[in-house]
């Protein structure tokens, strides 16, 4: 069975443009969670969903959105770019509304200048 | 969910056994501990999971005090692939939600 898997792996933006990152979970699973991590904060939780519904959210900015299709793939977007928002994104996936073990994917490293 | 301490480093030699602590002195009753380990350049990988009994899968053993306050995550024969940054997470398994809140973690080195 295939892995979460996420697209692009790496990606270079520049400040104020927008982004999409997009995260296809193992086949079966409907819940996904993404997290941001950066050095200074470590791993923290953006938003989680499950079966195209936002369950929970992060303490982060409204430029930072997400959705869920019906297939389950998953997609965030993070609009007007801060330097700040360099981080590499990771995108878990899940079997139900509540686990006990989360499969991570190899995640996205965003980059911006 | 109850916070955690983990100390920020730990080495260990190859083959040897790997004994990670994890103080969580705040934990309700309802709150499992987790393990988490990230190996560098990869998304963290689930390891173990436990209430108040010990547990013991295929990659760890969780050993859990009788309070609940503190545990330690075994790796019995550590190998240079468990070089990792490893997170203990204490989070309620509530109706909705599979978040999961990441402290620091432990380094660990194994070293040959």
């Known amino acids: 069975k295939a892995g979460v898997t996420q697209t692009p792996r790496y990606l270079i933006k520049t400040r104020g443009q927008q982004v999409t990152l997009s995260c296809s979970p193992i086949?079966?699973?409907?819940?996904v969670s993404w997290y941001q991590q950066t050095p200074g904060q470590g791993l923290q939780f953006l938003f989680e969903?499950?079966?195209?519904?936002?369950?929970n959210k992060g303490n982060f900015p409204g430029r930072f959105s997400g959705r869920q299709f019906s297939n389950s793939r998953s997609e965030m977007n993070v609009s007007t770019l801060e330097l700040g928002d360099s981080a590499l994104y990771l995108c878990?996936?899940?079997?139900?509304?509540?686990?006990?073990?989360?499969?991570f994917g190899p995640g996205t490293r965003l980059t911006v200048l | 969910d109850a916070k955690t301490t983990q100390p920020t480093s730990m080495d260990c030699a190859e083959g040897r056994a790997a004994n990670l602590p994890c103080n969580h002195s705040?934990?309700?009753?309802?709150?499992?501990v987790y393990w988490y380990r990230q190996i560098h350049s990869q998304g963290p990988q689930y390891i173990i999971h436990?209430?108040?009994n010990n547990e013991t899968n295929e990659m760890a053993s969780l050993i859990i005090t009788e309070d609940r306050k503190s545990s330690t995550l075994i790796l019995p024969h550590a190998t240079l692939r468990d070089t990792a940054v490893y997170y203990c997470?204490?989070?309620?398994?509530?109706?909705?939600?599979?978040?999961?809140?990441f402290g620091g973690g432990t380094r660990l080195m194994v070293k040959p």
């Open positions: 878990a996936s899940s079997l139900w509304e509540v686990n006990n073990e989360q499969f």
């Open positions: 086949s079966g699973h409907r819940s």
């Open positions: 969903y499950f079966s195209e519904t936002q369950r």
């Open positions: 705040t934990i309700s009753g309802n709150e499992y």
């Open positions: 436990g209430l108040k």
């Open positions: 997470i204490v989070r309620e398994i509530r109706n909705a939600g599979n978040m999961l809140t």
